[in-house]
C-alpha cells in the first residue's frame, strides 16, 4: 500500500475572507510538519468561534507565525512534484491559493481530494473511522499537524479494513 501525503488547513474562519492561519502535512514516511501563518495585513476576517475550535489567537499568529511566503516556500520544498490529498479540498484549495497568491510564489504540488484514492468500501468506512481515532486522541481536532496525521491514519486503517473485507467475500 502507497501511503498518500495529506494535507490540513486551520484558517480565521468559516466563509467568505477567511484566511489560512496553520498548514499541517502528514507525509507518505509517517512524518508531520506544522506551519503557523503570520496573517497578511490584507487578511482582516477573524472569527472568535474558529479560535474556540483551533485554540490559536491572533496575538500568538503574530508571535509564533511565519510570513505567508516563508511558509509557502517551506511546503514546494517540502512537498514538490507530488500529489497531496486533503479531506476538505474545497476550502483547502481556496486558503492554499491564497496563501500561495500572498507569497508570490507559484505551488509546486497540487492538491487534490482525498475521495479520489478512497474505493468505495474506503468511503463507507471513512467517518466512522476517522471518528473513532479522533476519540482516542481526547478528541483533539483542529490543529493541522494532528489532524492531517489523523486521516492518514484513517486513510491506512480503512484500506486494511477494506481488503480484510474483499480477502473474505472471495
Request: hydrophobic share 35%; no cysteine; glycine share 10%.
Given at each position: 500500500?502507497?501511503?498518500?501525503?495529506?494535507?490540513?488547513?486551520?484558517?480565521?474562519?468559516?466563509?467568505?475572507?477567511?484566511?489560512p492561519?496553520e498548514?499541517?502535512?502528514?507525509?507518505?514516511?509517517?512524518?508531520?510538519?506544522?506551519?503557523?501563518?503570520?496573517?497578511?495585513?490584507?487578511?482582516?476576517?477573524?472569527?472568535?468561534?474558529?479560535?474556540?475550535?483551533?485554540?490559536?489567537?491572533?496575538?500568538?499568529l503574530?508571535?509564533?507565525?511565519?510570513?505567508?511566503?516563508?511558509?509557502?516556500?517551506?511546503?514546494?520544498?517540502?512537498?514538490?512534484?507530488?500529489?497531496?490529498?486533503?479531506?476538505?479540498?474545497?476550502?483547502?484549495?481556496?486558503?492554499?491559493?491564497?496563501?500561495?497568491?500572498?507569497a508570490?510564489?507559484?505551488?509546486?504540488?497540487?492538491?487534490?481530494?482525498?475521495?479520489?484514492?478512497?474505493?468505495?468500501?474506503?468511503?463507507?468506512?471513512?467517518?466512522?473511522?476517522?471518528?473513532?481515532?479522533?476519540?482516542?486522541?481526547?478528541?483533539?481536532?483542529?490543529?493541522?499537524?494532528?489532524?492531517?496525521?489523523?486521516?492518514?491514519?484513517?486513510?491506512?486503517?480503512?484500506?486494511?479494513?477494506?481488503?480484510?473485507?474483499?480477502?473474505?467475500?472471495?
Open positions: 500500500m502507497r501511503v498518500p501525503a495529506i494535507l490540513d488547513i486551520e484558517a480565521s474562519g468559516f466563509g467568505k475572507g477567511s484566511y492561519i498548514v499541517g502535512v502528514a507525509l507518505p514516511d509517517g512524518s508531520v510538519s506544522s506551519f503557523l501563518i503570520k496573517p497578511h495585513p490584507d487578511w482582516t476576517h477573524w472569527s472568535q468561534d474558529a479560535e474556540a475550535l483551533h485554540g490559536i489567537s491572533q496575538e500568538y503574530h508571535a509564533h507565525g511565519a510570513t505567508p511566503r516563508e511558509v509557502a516556500e517551506r511546503l514546494n520544498i517540502l512537498l514538490e512534484g507530488q500529489t497531496v490529498y486533503s479531506d476538505g479540498w474545497g476550502v483547502d484549495s481556496s486558503w492554499l491559493s491564497l496563501l500561495f497568491y500572498y508570490g510564489w507559484r505551488q509546486a504540488f497540487q492538491l487534490d481530494t482525498i475521495t479520489r484514492i478512497l474505493s468505495e468500501e474506503q468511503l463507507v468506512l471513512w467517518d466512522s473511522t476517522r471518528d473513532t481515532l479522533f476519540k482516542g486522541h481526547d478528541g483533539r481536532r483542529h490543529r493541522a499537524g494532528h489532524d492531517a496525521k489523523m486521516l492518514q491514519e484513517t486513510y491506512i486503517q480503512t484500506h486494511e479494513m477494506a481488503r480484510r473485507q474483499q480477502l473474505q467475500g472471495r
